[in-house]
């Protein structure tokens, strides 16, 4: 995270006051027994220190991270009161007893886990809180099909620990509906149905919001909360919670023919006038906005032209009064006019793949308003 300083770079605006009326809108929706939040890279690059206490405040006792030094930090914010917080990316080859310490539950992502989590539990005669990942169809972690069978037949694997939630995840998380994730849903039920009794979780926040058959013990949802549209074919109509800027830097009237950005990636068709923005691939843009994407500048589009360079990019203002437009002004990259899920379609990725970078690098403002009456921002 940068530090606040000068108003030369990208700023990010976190509505806390959206992501708590998300999560209450999420715990309306579920009907299974308990929803987590997941807060993996330090919650989607919005920082966890300040999204964790918004949650907590409003009940939330579940948290997903995705490792252990996610999972200790956490723990040092939420103090060791009931809460939750689970760790995705599995033990990480970090002692059992270590993980119990901080009050973490690890998904287990492979046999040799278990079977080292068993040993230790035997060797130390503790007993330690698991999950366990299963492999339904995404071939990224967990049991397959015939580790789970070993299991089923060799149930003393698990000796000293304790089952609290078998995890899997949907391939086409943004599809629920599709055949693969049908099958993924009628595995998961076969399987967690010969294994020992414990809490299942498989629905992330598109499958929340699809219907509950998706929705078993434990959901575990981060976009949602957010106000990222994980699935646009189906808007789920989230709060928007995040906004990103950038200033302008310098405005300039161009002739016809003028040749802008790195190798004349874009050459003006009549007299123009140009904004040079200070936001680029260093801020976490992707390049291949390239004369391709938009932003928005007083609510109305100005599209981008030339590449994205390192800490730059153009955008085309002959539209905007003489004015309107100048150095200073701020432009909005992704917030209420235009969705990070519809400038990442643009880029060609996925929303979180937006997200996470530019509000990672941006300089963070945390606002607790629920909606923005006027355009504070764009003096
Ligand atoms: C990131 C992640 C989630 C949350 O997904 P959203 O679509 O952002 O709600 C849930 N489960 C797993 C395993 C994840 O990696």
Redesign the pocket.
């Known amino acids: 995270m940068t530090v606040a300083g000068p108003d030369d770079h990208p700023l990010v605006e976190i509505d806390l006051s959206a992501i708590a009326l998300n999560w209450q809108k999420a715990c309306q929706v579920f009907r299974g027994a308990h929803l987590g939040a997941?807060l993996?890279n330090d919650a989607y690059g919005l920082g966890i220190g300040r999204i964790a206490p918004c949650l907590v405040e409003k009940g939330c006792q579940n948290f997903?991270v995705a490792n252990f030094s996610e999972g200790v930090l956490l723990r040092e914010t939420l103090g060791s009161e009931q809460s939750r917080i689970f760790v995705?990316h599995g033990s990480g080859r970090v002692s059992f007893h270590t993980h119990a310490i901080h009050g973490l539950i690890p998904v287990l992502a492979c046999l040799d886990e278990i079977v080292l989590a068993s040993a230790e539990a035997s060797k130390n005669g503790e007993r330690y809180r698991v999950a366990i990942h299963l492999d339904t169809g995404l071939s990224r972690l967990g049991l397959d099909r015939t580790q789970v069978e070993l299991l089923v037949e060799q149930p003393h694997r698990l000796d000293g620990l304790i089952v609290d939630t078998w995890v899997t995840?949907l391939a086409r998380?943004d599809d629920p509906r599709s055949p693969e994730c049908l099958e993924q849903r009628e595995r998961f039920i076969r399987w967690t149905g010969l294994l020992p009794q414990a809490d299942r979780s498989l629905a992330?926040?598109?499958a929340l919001f699809t219907d509950s058959s998706w929705h078993f013990d434990h959901a575990?949802?981060?976009?949602?909360l957010f106000g990222v549209e994980?699935a646009p074919r189906f808007p789920m109509n989230y709060l928007p919670a995040v906004t990103l800027t950038a200033p302008v830097l310098r405005v300039q009237s161009v002739p016809a023919g003028t040749a802008v950005g790195y190798s004349g990636l874009y050459k003006t068709a009549a007299p123009s006038r140009l904004a040079t923005l200070a936001i680029g691939y260093g801020d976490g843009l992707p390049v291949s906005l390239a004369n391709h994407g938009q932003v928005f500048i007083h609510g109305i589009a100005a599209p981008i032209v030339g590449g994205i360079s390192m800490g730059l990019m153009t955008v085309d203002v002959t539209r905007f009064g003489i004015n309107q437009v100048k150095a200073g002004t701020r432009a909005e990259i992704y917030g209420r006019h235009q969705p990070v899920h519809q400038l990442a379609q643009l880029a060609g990725i996925a929303p979180?793949a937006l997200l996470v970078p530019t509000a990672s690098l941006a300089t963070r403002v945390y606002r607790t308003a629920i909606a923005k009456v006027s355009e504070e921002n764009e003096a």
């Open positions: 997941v993996k997903w995705l995840q998380f992330a926040s598109t575990r949802i981060g976009s949602a994980t979180n």
